[in-house]
T-cell receptor, first 110, second 114 residues
Framework: GQNIDQPTEMTATEGAIVQINCTYQTSGFNGLFWYQQHAGEAPTFLSYNVLDGLEEKGRFSSFLSRSKGYSYLLLKELQMKDSASYLCASWGGGSYIPTFGRGTSLIVHP | DSGVTQTPKHLITATGQRVTLRCSPRSGDLSVYWYQQSLDQGLQFLIQYYNGEERAKGNILERFSAQQFPDLHSELNLSSLELGDSALYFC?????????????FGPGTRLTVL
C-alpha cells in the first residue's frame, strides 16, 4: 500500500522562504510529484523527482530522499499568488496508481 | 489552459440518477485518468485508460464506470447517485501514462447531488 503525510496548513510572509515536507511509505517507489492547486481550480504540475537530490526550477525546488521516504518543496521569494494547496503524490512500483496526499494549504500574508 | 477539456462544468442532479462526465485529452496524449476530489477525502484516483484500454483501477465504486473511445476522449458514468458522490471530478491526461509523464488536469466537473 501507499501512504502520504504532509502538514495540513502553513503560513508564511510575502518575500520569505517556506519548506513543505512530505513523507511517504510506498512499496517499489516510482517517483514523487508536487502539484499546486488554487481553490476550485485544477492541480498544476510543479515538479517530479525519481532520484535522490534537489531539483531546482526558478523559485521552486523539490528534494527527495528515497532512503528516508521524504521529500520537500521549497518556495522562495514568496508571492501572494503562491497561496494555494500543495499536493504531494507518489507512484508505487508495479502499478500505475498514483496516491495523493491531502495537501498542504499555504497562506501567504503581507 | 492545460489543453484538457471537461464537460459539463457544473452538474446538479438528484439521488438515484445517472450522469455522464466527458473528457477530451490534450492533443497527442494517449492516457486519461479520472479523479474524485471531495473536502474530506482529498484527491482520489479512480481509473486510468491508455489508448482505449483500462490500465489501472483505484478506489472506483461499482456504481461508477468509464471508457476511452477510439478518438481518445473518455467518459465517466456515475449511476445510482448518492449525496456522498457530490465532489469535483477531474480528468487528467499524459502522453504514455507512465509514472514519469506529467499529468495535465482539466478544469473539472463539479457534481452536486441533492
Amino acid at each position: 500500500g501507499q501512504n502520504i503525510d504532509q502538514p495540513t496548513e502553513m503560513t508564511a510572509t510575502e518575500g520569505a522562504i517556506v519548506q513543505i515536507n512530505c513523507t511517504y511509505q510506498t512499496s517499489g517507489f516510482n517517483g514523487l510529484f508536487w502539484y499546486q492547486q488554487h481553490a476550485g481550480e485544477a492541480p498544476t504540475f510543479l515538479s517530479y523527482n525519481v532520484l535522490d537530490g534537489l531539483e531546482e526550477k526558478g523559485r521552486f525546488s523539490s528534494f527527495l530522499s528515497r532512503s528516508k521516504g521524504y521529500s520537500y518543496l521549497l518556495l522562495k521569494e514568496l508571492q501572494m499568488k503562491d497561496s494555494a494547496s500543495y499536493l504531494c503524490a507518489s507512484w508505487g512500483g508495479g502499478s500505475y496508481i498514483p496516491t495523493f496526499g491531502r495537501g498542504t494549504s499555504l497562506i501567504v500574508h503581507p | 489552459d492545460s489543453g484538457v477539456t471537461q464537460t459539463p462544468k457544473h452538474l446538479i442532479t438528484a439521488t438515484g440518477q445517472r450522469v455522464t462526465l466527458r473528457c477530451s485529452p490534450r492533443s497527442g496524449d494517449l492516457s486519461v485518468y479520472w479523479y474524485q476530489q471531495s473536502l474530506d477525502q482529498g484527491l482520489q484516483f479512480l481509473i486510468q485508460y491508455y489508448n482505449g484500454e483500462e490500465r489501472a483501477k483505484g478506489n472506483i465504486l461499482e456504481r461508477f464506470s468509464a471508457q476511452q473511445f477510439p478518438d481518445l476522449h473518455s467518459e465517466l458514468n456515475l449511476s445510482s447517485l448518492e449525496l456522498g458522490d457530490s465532489a469535483l471530478y477531474f480528468c487528467a491526461s499524459s502522453v504514455r501514462g507512465s509514472p514519469a509523464d506529467t499529468q495535465y488536469f482539466g478544469p473539472g466537473t463539479r457534481l452536486t447531488v441533492l
